[in-house]
Nanobody
């Protein structure tokens, strides 16, 4: 069963950086490796949106607003995906989640990112 656990959020000043992690602690390699995974975020009062995704072949795609600033990577040996976020902006304050692409259930607790101005 794919259960993903997010970590790495925190408080950062505008222009700062954070690196988020999303691990599947119970996954075996044969389950994790083929997964297409994404990072999502939900700010208060807003709908959850897809920020970045990475496929099993490591093809990546990004929301227009984060292109050039965010980088998603996947480490199959650690059963983990990462989101490196640079030049963060206050309106990117949100809870960040990871999930399988196309899945709209089994959301984890997410990790809070707060960007101060």
């Amino acid at each position: 069963q794919v259960r993903l656990v997010e970590s790495g959020g925190g408080l950062v000043q505008a222009g700062g950086s954070l690196k988020l992690s999303c691990k599947c602690p119970r996954c075996i390699t044969s389950v994790f490796n083929p997964l297409d995974l994404g990072w999502y975020r939900q700010a208060p009062g807003n709908q959850r949106e897809l920020v970045a995704l990475i496929t099993s072949t490591r093809t990546t795609n990004y929301h227009d607003s984060v292109k050039g600033r965010f980088t998603i990577t996947k480490d199959n040996s650690r059963k983990t995906i990462y989101l490196q976020m640079n030049s963060l902006e206050p309106d990117e304050t949100a809870v960040y989640y990871c999930n399988q692409v196309g899945r709209n259930d089994a959301w984890g607790q997410g990790t809070q990112v707060t960007v101060s101005s």
